[in-house]
T-cell receptor, first 114, second 112 residues
Framework: ETGVTQTPRHLVMGMTNKKSLKCEQH?????MYWYKQSAKKPLELMFV???????ENNSVPSRFSPECPNSSHLFLHLHTLQPEDSALYLC?????????????FGEGSRLTVL | QQQVKQSPQSLIVQKGGISIINCAYE??????FPWYQQFPGKGPALLIA?????SEKKEGRFTISFNKSAKQFSLHIMDSQPGDSATYFC???????????FGSGTRLQVQP
């Protein structure tokens, strides 16, 4: 059983909707990540949070808004998305102790934008 | 500079054969090179990782070969099994950065 839980697993939304993706980790980690996975492309890093502070933001459009209220929870708020935003969104966590940390991924939220 | 280039995009191997996946990087600051394995419907999971102070690391049937001068590293799967059928991602990072830069993935099919 994964220590990183993502909900919902599947989401279909129109371009004018507002929805949120949720991630929860039960591993005692203090760094959390959002990655975007599209077919035949590298996993694209979106955001990194360490100790609830955003430490990396990879030029992600403002229609994606992350929130990290504590070290166990991470949200991705979605607003006015485009069809090209359809992808698998993966949450991950790690121990925030340098760059050796193994990333533990959730199973992802499959997003379809109509 | 942040890119990691991975090849091939897909690979078909017979059971018992050797699967080889290659990655190349440009950023000489990279000092951590993991491989992740992803099964359909699951998130990626760490398979094996190497640092540039060694040229090879072996764990069971999985071996990473690392060539620092060529800025290349590869994954070898010996005695490939149908259960190894998955997508494999190479990745890289450097001291001071927590996130990983991933390659584009290789879809491996091991035929029985």
């Amino acid at each position: 059983e994964t220590g990183v839980t993502q909900t919902p697993r599947h989401l279909v939304m129109g371009m004018t909707n507002k929805k949120s993706l949720k991630c929860e980790q039960h591993l005692g980690h203090n760094a959390m990540y959002w990655y975007k996975q599209s077919a035949k492309k590298p996993l694209e890093l979106m955001f990194v949070y360490s100790l609830e502070e955003r430490v990396e933001n990879n030029s992600v459009p403002s229609r994606f808004s992350p929130e990290c209220p504590n070290s166990s929870h991470l949200f991705l708020h979605l607003h006015t998305l485009q069809p090209e935003d359809s992808a698998l969104y993966l949450c991950a966590s790690s121990l925030s102790s340098g760059n050796t940390g193994e990333l533990f991924f959730g199973e992802g939220s499959r997003l379809t934008v109509l | 500079q942040q890119q990691v280039k991975q090849s091939p995009q897909s690979l078909i191997v017979q059971k018992g054969g050797i699967s080889i996946i290659n990655c190349a990087y440009e950023n000489t600051a990279f000092d951590y090179f993991p491989w992740y394995q992803q099964f359909p419907g699951k998130g990626p999971a760490l398979l094996i990782a190497i640092r540039p102070d060694v040229s090879e690391k072996k764990e069971g049937r999985f071996t990473i070969s690392f060539n620092k001068s060529a800025k290349q590293f590869s994954l070898h799967i010996m005695d490939s099994q149908p259960g190894d059928s998955a997508t494999y991602f190479c990745a890289a990072s450097y001291t001071g950065r927590r996130a990983l830069t991933f390659g584009s993935g290789t879809r491996l099919q091991v035929q029985p």
